[in-house]
């Protein structure tokens, strides 16, 4: 049975995902980027970037497994860049530079029709927009059998988790707080009755939980 | 310095401290008790219900000392009863029982007067009814150099948090979903300036986080 996860989505302490004022400069928003610090931290997110060193432990064991198994991803519009509205042209192709991190097919959950882009790596971003089923469903294809994992941002996992889509919700809860923002719990009033929390790891800073659909009978 | 402080406050994994529906049967709201699991498990809380066993380690630790040095309480309406709008009678007299679990002056802070209320053990709920920094300097002057501790519930530690009154906050995230209730952070957005996470410890099934407030210059 293929599945659809969530890894490493971090959240402040006080429930955020990200703080207000996404932009160019500021994907998590301003003073947002505090949250991931403990992943830029590991060794996996060193590599990642082309950089020696990191930590190792219990973080990095979760950055490094972060992409076992996945055949394909889905993201949300505003993860794949701060536009908003339709696409004025195509000069927007990620936050992540001509090779990006996915190096497979990435479904891109918007309201805005746009040509697929072909990256280096072999990451193809496909647009989608007729809703969130299509793109698991395309993504499941493409994943040819392996698992699939989304991204974010908080808006597209709430979303997943409210219709019970999300087979495993990996979160970390940092020591940070942002005050305001988004958060990922909001209006998923369904979570105590599907999910259920099946580990808790913590790192010293940080705790890493797993959440799981519950099994039906 | 005589500090305020708020210990041993549970919230669910998706941020809840309470779930909707609190009645005389439910105190945390219908399935919210859930989120004290962990407390309930401790020696000390055994000991405290006159009752042998328990565990130790950890949560136990921080259950031991979630009086120490108390010297006054302040407590939420809500948090004191089930009761709203005025007070009918003088029949309800808290959760607790004839001797509650306080033992010092305890200020429950309501719209609503009421006549002073001395039970056994040494604790009198005192009712205030001209505002939180009324409440927290009756407090401090009854606590005769001790700190105070504010005890909940979620409604009123947001208050104390939003005037920046409060001096540590002891959180204790669970891995308990409750999909809905009441939050402790919301519209708390001076938390990212005013407080810095100072300590985390996991437990295993539970992360004990203490928040201080920021050193001024």
């Avoid at 969530?6 to 505090?34: H, I, M, T, Y």
């Avoid at 294809?141 to 988790?161: E, F, P």
């Avoid at 219709?163 to 979160?171: K, N, P, R, T």
């Amino acid at each position: 049975m293929q599945k659809l996860v969530v890894r490493c989505f971090a959240l402040s302490l006080d429930g955020f995902s990200s703080a207000p004022g996404q932009s160019l400069e500021n994907p998590f928003g301003k003073g947002g980027l505090v949250i991931m610090d403990w992943a830029r931290q590991t060794r996996s997110f060193h590599k990642m970037i082309g950089q020696e060193g990191g930590s190792t432990g219990i973080d990095d064991d979760f950055m490094a497994k972060a992409m076992d198994n996945i055949g394909a991803n889905i993201l949300g519009r505003n993860m794949f860049g701060p536009v908003r509205g339709p696409w004025a042209d195509d000069d927007w192709k990620g936050w992540w530079g001509p090779n990006p991190p996915y190096h497979t097919q990435v479904f891109v959950v918007t309201h805005h029709a746009r040509s697929a882009l072909a990256m280096e790596g072999g990451t193809t971003f496909h647009f989608v927009n007729d809703g969130i089923e299509s793109a698991l469903q395309q993504a499941f294809v493409a994943a040819q059998g392996k698992d699939v994992r989304l991204g974010g941002g908080a808006t597209l996992v709430r979303q997943y988790l409210q219709a019970g889509l999300i087979d495993e919700l990996h979160i970390v809860i940092t020591d940070k707080l942002l005050g305001s923002g988004e958060r990922l719990f909001e209006g998923t009033d369904n979570l105590a009755r599907d999910y259920e929390c099946v580990e808790t790891v913590a790192s010293g800073t940080v705790t890493h939980v797993r959440l799981a659909k519950k099994k039906r009978d």
